[in-house]
C-alpha cells in the first residue's frame, strides 16, 4: 500500500517573498533648529573671546566684535604672563586642590555614617547638611570675616579654602550619600560574616564603590574652588595671595579696561578648567548617574 504526499502548489508569493519595509527615520527640524540655535549662542562667545584676545586695543576699538583679525598679535598673552599670570595659577591651583582634598576626606566618612547608622542624631545631621544647601555664602560673609580675623588666618590662601571647602560639602555629602545607597546590603552583610569591621567595610568596600562618585564631587568642589570670587575678596589683600578671579582685575584702571587683555587671561585661564573636563568627562557623568540614581 503506497503512501501519497499531498504537496501545496508553489504559489507566486513563495516565489518573490515579501521583504520587510525599512522604516525611513523621519528628520526631526525643530530638534535640529534648537540645537543649531544653541550651537550659536555657545559658540559666538568663545569665537568673541579668542578673536579678541589676539588683537590690539586700537584693532578692537575699530573693528567689530565678529569682525575676522586683520592683524594677528600675541602681545597680549605676554602682557599676561608678566603680570604675575604664573603666581595666580599657582595660587589657585593649590586652593583647588587643597579644597578637593578636604571635601572628600570628609564628605566620604559623613556619608558613610549616614547610611550605615541608625542613631536620631545621624539623621539630624543629614538634615543640617540639606539646609547648608540653602544658604547663600553672601548672607554669612561677615561671621566668616570675624572667624578667620580671629583665627589670624586674614589674608592667606586657607582663609580661601576652608570656607569654600564648608560650601561645598553639603552637595558633596548629599550626592555620595545617594551613591552609597544603591549599594546591596548583601556586600555588606557578606563582609561582616567575614569577620570585616567598619574600618574595613569603609577602605574595601566603600571606597572602590564610591569612585565614581567622588570624582564627580571632587570636579564639583574644584570647580567651587577655582571660580571662586567672594571669599577672596574679602579675606585676602596682598596681590602675592591673589587666585585667577581676582589676578584679572589688573587688566582694569580707572581711564578703562584693556579688553584684549583682560580676555587673554580669561583663556588662560579656562584651559585648566577645560583639560580637567576632559580628562575626567566620563567619570563625572558616571558619578552624577549614581549619585542621583533615585
Same mark, same amino acid.
Given at each position: 500500500?503506497?503512501?501519497?504526499?499531498?504537496?501545496?502548489?508553489?504559489?507566486?508569493?513563495?516565489?518573490?517573498?515579501?521583504?520587510?519595509?525599512?522604516?525611513?527615520?523621519?528628520?526631526?527640524?525643530p530638534a535640529g533648529l534648537?540645537?543649531?540655535?544653541?550651537?550659536?549662542?555657545?559658540?559666538?562667545?568663545?569665537y568673541f573671546i579668542v578673536v579678541t584676545s589676539i588683537r590690539t586695543q586700537d584693532a578692537y576699538v575699530a573693528d567689530g566684535p565678529l569682525d575676522p583679525p586683520t592683524s594677528v598679535t600675541f602681545d597680549n598673552y605676554t602682557n599676561v604672563l608678566e603680570l604675575g599670570f604664573a603666581t595666580f595659577l599657582r595660587n589657585s591651583v593649590i586652593a583647588a586642590l587643597a579644597t578637593v582634598v578636604l571635601v572628600l576626606a570628609l564628605a566620604l566618612p559623613a556619608a558613610y555614617a549616614i547610611v550605615r547608622g541608625r542613631s536620631r542624631a545621624v539623621r539630624m545631621g543629614f538634615t543640617l547638611f540639606l539646609i547648608g544647601l540653602a544658604i547663600p555664602a553672601q548672607a554669612v560673609i561677615i561671621p566668616i570675616y570675624l572667624i578667620i580675623t580671629r583665627l589670624h588666618?586674614?589674608?592667606?590662601?586657607?582663609?580661601?579654602?576652608?570656607?569654600?571647602?564648608?560650601?561645598?560639602?553639603?552637595?558633596?555629602?548629599?550626592?555620595?550619600?545617594?551613591?552609597?545607597?544603591?549599594?546591596?546590603?548583601?556586600?555588606?552583610? &557578606?563582609?561582616?560574616v567575614d569577620g570585616a569591621g567598619p574600618g574595613t567595610?569603609?577602605?574595601?568596600?566603600?571606597?572602590?564603590?564610591?569612585?565614581?562618585?567622588?570624582?564627580?564631587?571632587?570636579?564639583?568642589?574644584g570647580l567651587n574652588a577655582w571660580n571662586g570670587f567672594l571669599f577672596p575678596l574679602v579675606l585676602t589683600q596682598s596681590s602675592d595671595q591673589r587666585v585667577?578671579?581676582?589676578?584679572l582685575w589688573n587688566f582694569q584702571s580707572q581711564y578703562g579696561t584693556d579688553v584684549p587683555g583682560l580676555l &587673554?587671561?580669561?583663556?588662560?585661564?579656562?584651559?585648566?578648567?577645560?583639560?580637567?573636563?576632559?580628562?575626567?568627562?566620563?567619570?563625572l557623568l558616571s558619578g552624577l548617574a549614581a549619585g542621583f540614581s533615585k
Open positions: 500500500m503506497s503512501t501519497q504526499v499531498m504537496t501545496r502548489p508553489e504559489t507566486r508569493a513563495d516565489r518573490h517573498p515579501v521583504k520587510p519595509r525599512r522604516r525611513r527615520r523621519r528628520s526631526n527640524i534648537a540645537a543649531g540655535v544653541w550651537f550659536l549662542i555657545v559658540a559666538i562667545p568663545i588666618l586674614y589674608d592667606s590662601l586657607t582663609a580661601i579654602v576652608l570656607p569654600t571647602a564648608a560650601f561645598s560639602l553639603p552637595m558633596a555629602v548629599v550626592v555620595l550619600t545617594s551613591a552609597l545607597r544603591d549599594v546591596p546590603n548583601e556586600l555588606y552583610e &557578606a563582609m561582616t567595610l569603609f577602605r574595601r568596600l566603600v571606597v572602590p564603590l564610591s569612585r565614581p562618585a567622588l570624582a564627580s564631587v571632587g570636579i564639583f568642589a585667577l578671579p581676582l589676578g &587673554a587671561a580669561v583663556v588662560l585661564s579656562a584651559l585648566p578648567v577645560l583639560a580637567l573636563y576632559l580628562f575626567g568627562r566620563r567619570h
